[in-house]
């Protein structure tokens, strides 16, 4: 099923972000390796994304205009996110703002996938 790899990609860089968050809200450290495992998934969910739209063999699911919506998300979620981190040395207050259009962009990168790999 095209499109398959890039939604379990996308759900598990969710939930380790969820994970980052919990530990946040707790007051403990963020491990840096996790923070690194977080960026490199969205990485990987961008260019896996980038390739199923560009598959010439899933040529039903490339003229849906949701993949491209759903890959321009999941970037704006990974620009924000490491926008986040370079902000949150400094100011970390606009830093939690930014979070929240991180993790709205994730939410909704996840939600245009999800419509994307449906089948009709």
Same mark, same amino acid.
């Given at each position: $099923?095209?499109?398959?790899?890039? %939604?379990? +990609?996308?759900?598990?860089? +969710?939930?380790? =972000?969820?994970?980052? %968050? ?11 390796? $996790? ?9 990987? /969910? ?10 010439? =063999?899933?040529?039903?699911? /490339? ?9 321009? %998300? ?6 924000? =996110?490491? +926008?986040? /981190? ?7 207050? /606009? ?22 790999? $449906?089948?009709?």
């Amino acid at each position: $099923m095209p499109g398959l790899t890039p %939604l379990i +990609i996308v759900v598990a860089n +969710i939930c380790l =972000g969820l994970l980052l %968050l919990t530990q946040h809200l707790r007051g403990l450290p963020r491990k840096p390796t $996790m923070r690194a495992a977080h960026l490199l998934l969205g990485a990987f /969910a961008l260019e896996s994304l980038a390739v199923n739209l560009n598959d010439p =063999g899933s040529a039903a699911l /490339a003229a849906s205009p949701f993949g491209a919506r759903a890959a321009l %998300l999941v970037g704006l979620a990974l620009l924000t =996110g490491y +926008i986040a /981190a370079l902000v949150g040395r400094k100011n970390q207050r /606009a830093a939690n703002w930014i979070l929240g259009a991180h993790a709205t962009a994730a939410t909704l990168g996840l939600a245009f996938l999800l419509v994307w790999v $449906m089948p009709a």
